[in-house]
């Protein structure tokens, strides 16, 4: 490894978390797992993959919090059984074999659903449709339907399902939970104003609109204890909707990040098309400065940080204090490793995302290095 990435190799800390290197795992939704939401062998050499390659984190795809609207997709995982906290064991386990940490993402699809087959409707902060269609390759088609307004009873179910798959994260052996608070599902669906038209305390205005993350936080937190990590990810553009930018830019940033910061959160995590660009404008803030400078507290980028010298420039001009590959990740399993002895970065291939359950047959062919 020349000098130039050596501080990409730095130990460091979120919480009482030690983690090798600034290399993360992004969470990238997979629909490999069993048609209840069981976690199963081919996710186990999924996630394997990426501890073996020397990433020192990983953060999980989006894991479903309840048997009632949370699920997005046909065969996404879930914390929301018994069942579902044994089969995520011997994949944290084989994580952590190698000195990586794991971290469970929750996810609360909202209205952004492909398929749930535990009810027949889906739930939004106000009775409206996610712009755009939905993905062929993970399932859905045609436009998303018409969301049901959720009620108050609704908001606190969700907020108490999210607490309760936290025990089961923190049952199943996971170093630490995310709540998925970006890409256009609920929590941040709360935050995208023609998706919440609310006039009570959960709308109207940026300090409403983020109450219930704020609850969610509160609620995880007081159920996890004061040492399991917990974090949050964030971001403007959606599935169905990548141009979306939050109305009042950067100072409106500001607020998000601010309140954020002041919360019992561990780390913010922040997506971006370029984790490096001005997200609210010319001359403005790239998420992660955002969120460093607003926030305070630890920061993982993600957005196109698969070459180095971009996730130098995250980290040294940007404030990041991690950087999260996705398709970088997926191309290169073993990215760290491949840094750190100067050797050639593999090209993404789009249909290993594309088709996410074959690509895991083919992840082997990209380890080069043991």
């Known amino acids: 490894m020349t000098d130039k990435y050596e501080s990409l190799f730095t130990e460091q800390t979120i919480?009482?978390?030690t983690l090798d290197n600034r290399y993360i795992v992004a969470?990238?939704?997979?629909?490999?797992?069993?048609?209840?939401?069981r976690a199963n062998d081919r996710m186990k050499q999924y996630y394997e993959r990426y501890a073996k390659g020397g990433f020192a984190a990983i953060i999980s795809e989006g894991i479903y919090t309840d048997k009632k609207h949370s699920q997005?997709?046909?065969?996404?995982?879930?914390l929301a059984t018994k069942e579902h906290v044994e089969a995520w064991k011997p994949i944290v386990e084989a994580v952590h074999e190698h000195g990586t940490k794991m971290i469970a993402q929750l996810m609360h699809a909202g209205a952004q659903v492909q398929s749930n087959p535990y009810v027949d409707e889906t739930i939004a902060p106000s009775n409206v449709a996610p712009k755009g269609e939905q993905l062929g390759?993970?399932?859905?088609?045609?436009?998303f339907p018409t969301a049901r307004e959720m009620t108050l009873d609704d908001i606190q179910n969700v907020i108490d399902s999210f607490a309760r798959a936290a025990i089961k994260a923190k049952k199943a052996g996971f170093d630490g939970v995310e709540i998925h608070g970006a890409?256009?599902?609920l929590l941040d669906?709360?935050?995208?104003?023609?998706?919440?038209?609310?006039t009570d305390e959960y709308g109207e205005n940026v300090e409403n609109s983020l109450r219930i993350i704020k609850e969610v936080i509160q609620e995880i937190r007081g159920v996890v204890g004061n040492k399991f990590v917990v974090g949050i990810r964030?971001?403007?553009?959606?599935?169905?909707?990548q141009a979306y930018k939050w109305p009042g830019g950067e100072?409106?940033?500001e607020m998000i990040f601010t309140t954020i910061g002041e919360l019992p959160i561990d780390y913010i995590h922040v997506t971006d098309g370029d984790g490096t660009a001005d997200s609210f404008g010319e001359g403005s803030r790239s998420m992660a400065k955002a969120a460093k400078d607003f926030g305070g507290k630890p920061v993982i980028a993600n957005g196109k940080l698969g070459d180095p010298d971009q996730a130098l420039k995250a980290v040294e001009e940007e404030g990041a204090d991690f950087v999260a590959l996705g398709t970088g990740a997926l191309a290169n399993p073993d990215t760290p490793h491949r840094v750190q002895k100067g050797l050639e970065l593999k090209e993404f291939d789009a249909e290993s995302i594309l088709f996410p359950i074959a690509h895991v047959k083919d992840m082997e062919l990209n380890m080069d290095i043991k």
């Open 251 to 253: 100072e409106t940033a």
């Open 189 to 198: 669906e709360f935050l995208t104003d023609y998706m919440n038209q609310r």
């Open 234 to 241: 964030l971001s403007q553009g959606k599935v169905s909707d």
């Open 183 to 185: 890409n256009g599902y």
């Open 72 to 78: 997005g997709y046909d065969n996404q995982p879930g």
């Open 15 to 17: 919480k009482n978390l």
């Open 27 to 37: 969470p990238m939704t997979r629909v490999t797992a069993e048609s209840d939401g």
């Open 137 to 143: 390759f993970y399932g859905g088609s045609g436009p």
